[in-house]
Protein backbone atom coordinates (compact mmCIF):
# COMPACT_ATOMS: atom_id res chain seq x y z
CA UNK A 1 0.00 0.00 0.00
CA UNK A 2 1.14 3.41 -0.54
CA UNK A 3 1.39 6.31 2.12
CA UNK A 4 -1.93 7.40 0.59
CA UNK A 5 -3.25 4.34 0.60
CA UNK A 6 -2.21 3.52 4.68
CA UNK A 7 -3.25 7.49 5.61
CA UNK A 8 -6.77 7.19 3.75
CA UNK A 9 -7.21 3.87 5.40
CA UNK A 10 -6.32 5.09 9.20
CA UNK A 11 -8.87 8.51 8.35
CA UNK A 12 -11.72 6.18 7.58
CA UNK A 13 -11.68 3.82 10.06
CA UNK A 14 -10.95 7.16 12.58
CA UNK A 15 -7.78 5.04 13.81
CA UNK A 16 -5.51 8.34 12.37
CA UNK A 17 -4.77 11.02 15.27
CA UNK A 18 -5.85 14.77 14.71
CA UNK A 19 -4.66 18.10 16.09
CA UNK A 20 -6.46 21.13 15.79
CA UNK A 21 -4.09 24.26 15.68
CA UNK A 22 -6.07 26.99 16.94
CA UNK A 23 -8.68 27.10 19.57
CA UNK A 24 -11.14 29.75 18.57
CA UNK A 25 -14.32 30.37 17.11
CA UNK A 26 -13.10 28.06 14.04
CA UNK A 27 -10.81 25.79 15.94
CA UNK A 28 -12.73 24.66 18.78
CA UNK A 29 -15.80 23.54 17.06
CA UNK A 30 -14.09 21.64 14.51
CA UNK A 31 -12.06 20.31 17.19
CA UNK A 32 -15.97 19.17 18.63
CA UNK A 33 -16.83 17.41 15.70
CA UNK A 34 -13.76 15.62 14.86
CA UNK A 35 -13.98 14.24 18.45
CA UNK A 36 -17.84 13.60 18.55
CA UNK A 37 -17.29 11.51 14.93
CA UNK A 38 -14.37 9.01 16.72
CA UNK A 39 -11.51 10.72 16.57
CA UNK A 40 -9.03 11.25 18.72
CA UNK A 41 -8.41 15.14 18.78
CA UNK A 42 -5.59 17.33 20.45
CA UNK A 43 -6.34 20.73 20.20
CA UNK A 44 -3.08 22.78 20.06
CA UNK A 45 -3.26 26.17 21.04
CA UNK A 46 -0.16 29.28 23.14
CA UNK A 47 -3.01 30.74 25.03
CA UNK A 48 -2.69 28.64 28.16
CA UNK A 49 -5.61 30.32 29.62
CA UNK A 50 -8.09 28.58 26.54
CA UNK A 51 -5.78 25.19 27.44
CA UNK A 52 -6.50 25.28 31.04
CA UNK A 53 -9.99 25.72 30.68
CA UNK A 54 -10.76 23.25 28.32
CA UNK A 55 -9.33 20.65 29.92
CA UNK A 56 -11.51 21.27 32.68
CA UNK A 57 -14.25 20.55 30.08
CA UNK A 58 -15.59 24.07 29.95
CA UNK A 59 -15.69 26.18 26.68
CA UNK A 60 -15.37 30.10 26.35
CA UNK A 61 -16.87 29.74 22.61
CA UNK A 62 -20.83 30.24 22.97
CA UNK A 63 -21.16 27.98 19.79
CA UNK A 64 -20.00 25.18 21.51
CA UNK A 65 -21.61 24.08 24.94
CA UNK A 66 -19.26 22.93 28.04
CA UNK A 67 -20.93 19.66 28.24
CA UNK A 68 -20.12 18.73 24.66
CA UNK A 69 -16.18 19.49 25.95
CA UNK A 70 -16.41 17.85 29.06
CA UNK A 71 -17.77 14.83 27.90
CA UNK A 72 -15.01 14.49 25.31
CA UNK A 73 -12.42 15.12 27.03
CA UNK A 74 -13.68 12.50 30.02
CA UNK A 75 -14.24 9.82 26.69
CA UNK A 76 -10.35 10.62 25.91
CA UNK A 77 -11.53 11.75 22.43
CA UNK A 78 -10.17 15.23 22.79
CA UNK A 79 -7.58 17.00 25.15
CA UNK A 80 -5.53 19.86 24.88
CA UNK A 81 -2.14 21.75 25.35
CA UNK A 82 0.12 24.78 24.63
CA UNK A 83 3.00 22.10 23.37
CA UNK A 84 3.32 22.00 19.72
CA UNK A 85 5.61 19.03 20.27
CA UNK A 86 2.65 17.03 20.35
CA UNK A 87 2.29 17.47 16.01
CA UNK A 88 5.08 14.84 15.96
CA UNK A 89 2.30 11.77 16.52
CA UNK A 90 0.38 13.13 14.44
CA UNK A 91 -1.72 12.19 11.51
CA UNK A 92 -3.74 14.71 10.79
CA UNK A 93 -3.48 18.51 11.34
CA UNK A 94 -6.46 21.43 10.71
CA UNK A 95 -4.70 25.20 11.34
CA UNK A 96 -7.22 27.86 12.43
CA UNK A 97 -5.82 30.53 12.99
CA UNK A 98 -6.77 34.27 12.91
CA UNK A 99 -5.80 36.13 9.70
CA UNK A 100 -6.64 39.60 10.55
CA UNK A 101 -5.58 42.93 8.00
CA UNK A 102 -3.04 45.24 9.14
CA UNK A 103 -3.95 48.90 9.60
CA UNK A 104 -2.09 49.87 6.10
CA UNK A 105 -4.82 47.01 4.39
CA UNK A 106 -2.65 43.95 3.64
CA UNK A 107 -3.08 40.77 5.28
CA UNK A 108 -1.56 39.84 8.20
CA UNK A 109 -0.14 36.64 7.90
CA UNK A 110 1.91 36.49 11.25
CA UNK A 111 -0.22 34.09 12.69
CA UNK A 112 -0.38 31.67 10.01
CA UNK A 113 3.50 31.99 9.17
CA UNK A 114 4.30 31.33 13.21
CA UNK A 115 1.62 28.04 13.01
CA UNK A 116 3.43 26.45 10.02
CA UNK A 117 6.97 26.99 11.62
CA UNK A 118 6.05 25.34 14.53
CA UNK A 119 4.31 22.41 12.42
CA UNK A 120 7.34 22.06 10.80
CA UNK A 121 9.53 20.90 13.37
CA UNK A 122 7.97 17.89 13.39
CA UNK A 123 6.41 16.77 10.24
CA UNK A 124 6.75 13.31 9.29
CA UNK A 125 5.86 11.35 6.53
CA UNK A 126 2.30 10.15 6.23
CA UNK A 127 1.05 13.25 7.45
CA UNK A 128 -2.16 15.33 5.80
CA UNK A 129 -2.39 19.34 6.92
CA UNK A 130 -5.04 21.05 6.04
CA UNK A 131 -5.33 25.50 6.18
CA UNK A 132 -8.72 26.35 7.20
CA UNK A 133 -7.77 29.93 7.97
CA UNK A 134 -9.11 32.94 5.57
CA UNK A 135 -6.67 34.05 2.95
CA UNK A 136 -5.94 35.51 -0.19
CA UNK A 137 -5.52 33.01 -3.22
CA UNK A 138 -1.77 31.15 -3.41
CA UNK A 139 -1.66 30.94 0.39
CA UNK A 140 -1.23 27.38 0.99
CA UNK A 141 0.96 26.58 -1.89
CA UNK A 142 3.14 29.62 -1.69
CA UNK A 143 3.56 29.98 1.83
CA UNK A 144 2.73 26.36 3.57
CA UNK A 145 4.11 24.10 0.83
CA UNK A 146 7.71 26.27 1.27
CA UNK A 147 7.84 25.93 4.78
CA UNK A 148 6.52 22.13 4.89
CA UNK A 149 8.32 18.85 4.00
CA UNK A 150 11.25 20.62 2.72
CA UNK A 151 13.64 20.18 6.03
CA UNK A 152 12.33 16.45 6.05
CA UNK A 153 12.88 15.83 3.00
CA UNK A 154 9.25 14.51 1.90
CA UNK A 155 7.17 15.00 -1.58
CA UNK A 156 3.68 16.19 -1.02
CA UNK A 157 1.54 14.17 -2.75
CA UNK A 158 3.35 11.28 -2.07
CA UNK A 159 4.98 11.22 1.21
CA UNK A 160 2.60 14.24 3.13
CA UNK A 161 -0.70 15.84 1.69
CA UNK A 162 -1.48 19.87 1.71
CA UNK A 163 -4.90 21.32 1.38
CA UNK A 164 -6.97 24.35 2.05
CA UNK A 165 -10.81 24.05 3.20
CA UNK A 166 -12.28 27.58 4.13
CA UNK A 167 -14.08 27.78 7.41
CA UNK A 168 -17.71 28.68 7.56
CA UNK A 169 -18.54 29.90 10.40
CA UNK A 170 -21.54 31.96 11.44
CA UNK A 171 -21.49 32.41 15.27
CA UNK A 172 -24.45 32.22 16.58
CA UNK A 173 -26.17 30.40 14.15
CA UNK A 174 -28.04 26.95 14.81
CA UNK A 175 -29.08 26.00 11.72
CA UNK A 176 -25.95 25.58 9.71
CA UNK A 177 -23.25 25.03 12.14
CA UNK A 178 -20.08 23.13 11.79
CA UNK A 179 -21.50 19.62 10.79
CA UNK A 180 -23.90 20.10 8.49
CA UNK A 181 -22.60 23.24 6.69
CA UNK A 182 -21.08 21.74 3.36
CA UNK A 183 -16.96 21.54 3.05
CA UNK A 184 -15.09 22.78 0.18
CA UNK A 185 -11.97 21.14 0.06
CA UNK A 186 -8.48 21.87 -2.21
CA UNK A 187 -5.50 20.00 -2.52
CA UNK A 188 -1.90 21.20 -4.09
CA UNK A 189 -1.90 18.22 -5.40
CA UNK A 190 -4.96 15.51 -6.94
CA UNK A 191 -3.91 12.73 -4.21
CA UNK A 192 -3.65 15.87 -1.55
CA UNK A 193 -7.78 16.74 -2.19
CA UNK A 194 -8.26 13.03 -2.24
CA UNK A 195 -6.66 12.66 1.42
CA UNK A 196 -8.16 15.68 2.92
CA UNK A 197 -11.36 14.72 1.23
CA UNK A 198 -11.37 11.47 3.24
CA UNK A 199 -10.62 12.96 6.21
CA UNK A 200 -13.16 15.68 6.06
CA UNK A 201 -15.58 13.38 5.26
CA UNK A 202 -15.45 11.27 8.21
CA UNK A 203 -17.04 14.13 10.49
CA UNK A 204 -19.02 16.58 8.09
CA UNK A 205 -21.88 15.32 6.29
CA UNK A 206 -20.97 16.82 3.08
CA UNK A 207 -17.56 17.27 1.58
CA UNK A 208 -17.34 19.44 -1.87
CA UNK A 209 -14.14 18.63 -3.56
CA UNK A 210 -12.53 21.18 -5.45
CA UNK A 211 -9.69 20.79 -8.38
CA UNK A 212 -6.93 23.20 -6.65
CA UNK A 213 -6.18 24.51 -3.15
CA UNK A 214 -6.31 27.89 -4.92
CA UNK A 215 -10.30 27.64 -6.39
CA UNK A 216 -10.54 26.66 -2.05
CA UNK A 217 -9.78 29.85 -1.24
CA UNK A 218 -11.23 31.93 -4.02
CA UNK A 219 -14.53 30.13 -3.08
CA UNK A 220 -14.34 31.15 0.30
CA UNK A 221 -13.77 34.60 -0.91
CA UNK A 222 -16.18 34.64 -3.11
CA UNK A 223 -18.87 34.12 -0.77
CA UNK A 224 -18.07 36.91 1.47
CA UNK A 225 -17.16 39.58 -1.10
CA UNK A 226 -20.64 38.61 -2.49
CA UNK A 227 -22.15 39.46 0.44
CA UNK A 228 -19.96 42.67 1.31
CA UNK A 229 -20.76 43.94 -2.12
CA UNK A 230 -24.54 43.56 -1.93
CA UNK A 231 -24.50 45.38 1.67
CA UNK A 232 -22.48 48.09 0.34
CA UNK A 233 -25.49 48.18 -2.14
CA UNK A 234 -28.09 48.45 0.11
CA UNK A 235 -26.39 50.90 2.23
CA UNK A 236 -25.96 53.34 -0.51
CA UNK A 237 -29.52 52.56 -1.41
CA UNK A 238 -30.32 53.79 2.23
CA UNK A 239 -28.37 56.88 1.38
CA UNK A 240 -30.74 57.90 -1.94
CA UNK A 241 -33.32 57.12 -0.28
CA UNK A 242 -33.07 59.05 3.04
CA UNK A 243 -32.23 61.94 0.26
CA UNK A 244 -35.30 61.35 -2.00
CA UNK A 245 -37.47 61.05 1.42
CA UNK A 246 -38.18 57.22 0.87
CA UNK A 247 -38.87 54.67 3.62
CA UNK A 248 -35.65 52.20 2.33
CA UNK A 249 -37.07 49.78 4.52
CA UNK A 250 -40.59 49.42 3.01
CA UNK A 251 -38.59 49.36 -0.40
CA UNK A 252 -36.54 46.29 0.28
CA UNK A 253 -39.46 44.52 1.83
CA UNK A 254 -41.38 45.45 -1.21
CA UNK A 255 -38.25 44.02 -3.60
CA UNK A 256 -37.64 40.97 -1.43
CA UNK A 257 -41.77 39.90 -2.31
CA UNK A 258 -40.29 39.25 -5.35
CA UNK A 259 -39.85 34.87 -5.27
CA UNK A 260 -37.09 35.01 -7.62
CA UNK A 261 -34.32 36.96 -9.08
CA UNK A 262 -33.65 39.00 -5.48
CA UNK A 263 -31.80 38.41 -2.28
CA UNK A 264 -32.65 40.14 0.55
CA UNK A 265 -29.85 42.62 2.49
CA UNK A 266 -30.28 45.08 4.15
CA UNK A 267 -28.88 48.54 5.28
CA UNK A 268 -26.86 49.19 8.69
CA UNK A 269 -24.28 51.53 10.58
CA UNK A 270 -21.13 49.55 8.58
CA UNK A 271 -19.53 46.01 8.87
CA UNK A 272 -18.54 43.85 11.02
CA UNK A 273 -17.44 40.23 11.63
CA UNK A 274 -14.35 38.14 11.15
CA UNK A 275 -15.17 37.33 7.31
CA UNK A 276 -17.03 40.08 5.42
CA UNK A 277 -15.01 43.56 6.35
CA UNK A 278 -12.07 41.86 5.54
CA UNK A 279 -11.90 39.00 3.48
CA UNK A 280 -12.59 40.61 0.48
CA UNK A 281 -9.78 42.70 0.56
CA UNK A 282 -7.36 39.46 0.89
CA UNK A 283 -8.60 39.17 -2.86
CA UNK A 284 -8.47 43.13 -4.18
CA UNK A 285 -4.64 43.33 -1.97
CA UNK A 286 -3.45 39.98 -3.72
CA UNK A 287 -4.75 41.27 -7.78
CA UNK A 288 -2.30 44.32 -7.06
CA UNK A 289 0.57 42.60 -7.51
CA UNK A 290 -0.96 41.76 -10.94
CA UNK A 291 -1.87 45.78 -11.99
CA UNK A 292 -5.47 44.45 -11.66
CA UNK A 293 -7.59 47.28 -9.55
CA UNK A 294 -10.67 45.30 -7.93
CA UNK A 295 -13.21 47.82 -8.30
CA UNK A 296 -16.15 46.30 -7.01
CA UNK A 297 -14.05 45.56 -3.89
CA UNK A 298 -12.96 49.25 -3.60
CA UNK A 299 -16.19 50.74 -3.72
CA UNK A 300 -17.97 48.62 -1.78
CA UNK A 301 -15.81 49.08 0.97
CA UNK A 302 -15.21 52.46 0.52
CA UNK A 303 -19.78 52.70 1.33
CA UNK A 304 -19.11 50.46 4.22
CA UNK A 305 -16.27 51.81 5.78
CA UNK A 306 -18.15 55.25 5.64
CA UNK A 307 -21.02 54.24 7.25
CA UNK A 308 -20.82 54.65 10.67
CA UNK A 309 -19.65 58.39 9.84
CA UNK A 310 -23.02 58.74 8.14
CA UNK A 311 -24.74 57.09 11.04
CA UNK A 312 -22.77 60.40 13.00
CA UNK A 313 -24.23 62.98 10.83
CA UNK A 314 -27.76 61.64 10.39
CA UNK A 315 -27.80 61.38 14.50
CA UNK A 316 -26.28 65.15 14.72
CA UNK A 317 -29.02 66.19 11.86
CA UNK A 318 -31.72 64.48 14.39
CA UNK A 319 -30.67 66.23 17.07
CA UNK A 320 -30.12 69.64 15.52
CA UNK A 321 -34.04 68.97 14.30
CA UNK A 322 -34.93 68.62 17.91
CA UNK A 323 -33.20 71.74 19.15
CA UNK A 324 -30.00 69.45 20.64
CA UNK A 325 -26.46 70.20 19.71
CA UNK A 326 -24.03 66.77 19.64
CA UNK A 327 -21.61 67.87 21.73
CA UNK A 328 -21.68 67.92 25.48
CA UNK A 329 -25.53 65.30 25.12
CA UNK A 330 -25.38 62.45 27.03
CA UNK A 331 -26.30 59.51 24.36
CA UNK A 332 -27.22 55.74 25.02
CA UNK A 333 -25.54 53.06 22.62
CA UNK A 334 -27.71 50.05 22.62
CA UNK A 335 -25.58 47.13 21.18
CA UNK A 336 -21.97 46.62 20.38
CA UNK A 337 -21.69 43.31 19.21
CA UNK A 338 -21.28 43.24 15.61
CA UNK A 339 -24.21 41.31 15.02
CA UNK A 340 -27.37 40.66 16.69
CA UNK A 341 -27.63 37.87 19.84
CA UNK A 342 -23.78 37.22 19.88
CA UNK A 343 -20.78 38.06 22.11
CA UNK A 344 -18.50 38.65 19.23
CA UNK A 345 -17.17 42.79 18.75
CA UNK A 346 -14.69 41.75 16.06
CA UNK A 347 -14.59 44.50 13.65
CA UNK A 348 -18.16 46.02 15.00
CA UNK A 349 -19.43 49.40 13.99
CA UNK A 350 -19.65 50.21 16.99
CA UNK A 351 -16.51 51.05 18.09
CA UNK A 352 -16.42 53.53 15.15
CA UNK A 353 -19.89 55.15 15.66
CA UNK A 354 -18.67 55.23 19.56
CA UNK A 355 -15.44 56.90 18.82
CA UNK A 356 -16.80 59.25 16.05
CA UNK A 357 -19.32 60.21 19.05
CA UNK A 358 -16.92 61.24 21.33
CA UNK A 359 -14.99 62.93 18.79
CA UNK A 360 -18.14 65.31 18.89
CA UNK A 361 -17.94 66.05 22.24
CA UNK A 362 -20.85 63.30 23.32
CA UNK A 363 -20.72 61.70 26.64
CA UNK A 364 -21.56 58.39 25.29
CA UNK A 365 -22.33 54.89 27.05
CA UNK A 366 -23.40 51.69 25.98
CA UNK A 367 -25.83 48.22 27.11
CA UNK A 368 -25.04 45.32 25.60
CA UNK A 369 -26.50 42.20 27.50
CA UNK A 370 -23.83 40.21 25.98
CA UNK A 371 -20.47 42.09 26.29
CA UNK A 372 -20.03 43.61 30.02
CA UNK A 373 -16.79 45.73 28.89
CA UNK A 374 -15.37 47.06 25.56
CA UNK A 375 -11.79 48.39 24.40
CA UNK A 376 -10.71 50.26 21.44
CA UNK A 377 -7.38 49.33 20.74
CA UNK A 378 -6.14 51.69 18.44
CA UNK A 379 -8.27 54.81 20.15
CA UNK A 380 -7.34 53.25 23.69
CA UNK A 381 -10.68 53.98 25.29
CA UNK A 382 -11.78 51.31 27.51
CA UNK A 383 -16.00 51.14 28.42
CA UNK A 384 -18.10 49.01 30.91
CA UNK A 385 -21.89 48.07 30.13
CA UNK A 386 -24.21 50.27 32.01
CA UNK A 387 -25.95 48.18 34.48
CA UNK A 388 -29.52 49.86 34.65
CA UNK A 389 -30.44 49.59 31.26
CA UNK A 390 -34.22 51.73 31.37
CA UNK A 391 -32.31 54.13 33.68
CA UNK A 392 -29.99 54.80 31.18
CA UNK A 393 -32.50 55.49 28.53
CA UNK A 394 -34.25 58.04 30.42
CA UNK A 395 -31.32 59.81 30.73
CA UNK A 396 -29.90 59.95 27.49
CA UNK A 397 -30.00 62.35 25.27
CA UNK A 398 -30.16 60.06 22.38
CA UNK A 399 -30.44 56.12 22.35
CA UNK A 400 -29.18 54.75 19.27
CA UNK A 401 -29.61 51.16 17.98
CA UNK A 402 -26.65 49.95 16.92
CA UNK A 403 -26.83 46.14 17.24
CA UNK A 404 -30.69 44.91 17.88
CA UNK A 405 -30.46 42.22 20.32
CA UNK A 406 -33.90 40.41 20.78
CA UNK A 407 -33.78 40.59 24.13
CA UNK A 408 -34.33 44.50 24.04
CA UNK A 409 -37.96 45.64 25.02
CA UNK A 410 -37.90 48.54 21.84
CA UNK A 411 -41.34 49.17 23.14
CA UNK A 412 -40.73 50.29 26.38
CA UNK A 413 -37.17 51.79 25.19
CA UNK A 414 -39.31 53.98 23.02
CA UNK A 415 -41.75 54.97 25.39
CA UNK A 416 -39.44 56.01 27.99
CA UNK A 417 -36.28 57.65 25.54
CA UNK A 418 -36.43 60.99 24.12
CA UNK A 419 -35.17 60.32 20.57
CA UNK A 420 -34.00 57.46 18.94
CA UNK A 421 -31.80 56.12 16.29
CA UNK A 422 -32.47 53.13 14.62
CA UNK A 423 -29.46 51.86 12.65
CA UNK A 424 -31.17 48.75 12.03
CA UNK A 425 -35.10 48.94 11.72
CA UNK A 426 -35.17 47.25 15.27
CA UNK A 427 -38.09 49.26 16.10
CA UNK A 428 -39.70 48.20 12.74
CA UNK A 429 -43.38 49.26 12.37
CA UNK A 430 -42.87 50.54 16.30
CA UNK A 431 -39.99 53.34 15.31
CA UNK A 432 -42.22 54.07 11.90
CA UNK A 433 -44.94 55.11 13.35
CA UNK A 434 -43.09 57.36 16.59
CA UNK A 435 -42.59 60.68 16.25
CA UNK A 436 -39.52 59.48 18.44
CA UNK A 437 -37.64 57.23 16.52
CA UNK A 438 -35.69 57.93 13.18
CA UNK A 439 -34.60 55.06 11.04
CA UNK A 440 -31.31 54.52 9.13
Same mark, same amino acid.
Given at each position: ???????????????????? &??????????????? *?????????????????????????????? %?????? &????????????????? +???????????? !?????????????????? &??????????????????????????????????????????????????????? *??????????????????????? %?????????????? %?????????????????????????????????????????????????????????????????????? !?????????????????? &?????????????????????????????????????????????????????????????????????????????????????????????????????????????????????????????? +????????????????
Amino acid at each position: MTTKDILIKKLKDKSATIAI &LGLGYVGLPLAVVFG *EAGFHVTGVDPDQRKVDALKKGESYIPDVK %SEAVAK &LVKSGHFSATADFSVLK +NMDAVSICVPTP !LRQTGDPDMTFIVSATEE &LAKYMHKGMVVVLESTTYPGTTREVLLPKLGIEHDLKVGEDWFLAFSPERVDPGR *EDFTTINTPKVVGGITEACGEVA %SAWYEGAIKTVHHV %STAEAAEMSKLLENTFRMINIGLVNELAIMCQRLGVDVWEVIDAAASKPFGFMKFTPGPGLGGHCIPIDP !LYLSWKMKSFNYNARFIE &LASEINTNMPRYVVSRILEAMNDRGKILKGSKVLVLGVAYKPDIDDVRESPAMDVIGLMQKKGAIVEYHDPYIPHIHHEYDGWKMDSVRDLMKSVKEADAVVVVTNHKVYDYQAIINSAKFVFDSR +NATGKLGKNSEKVERL
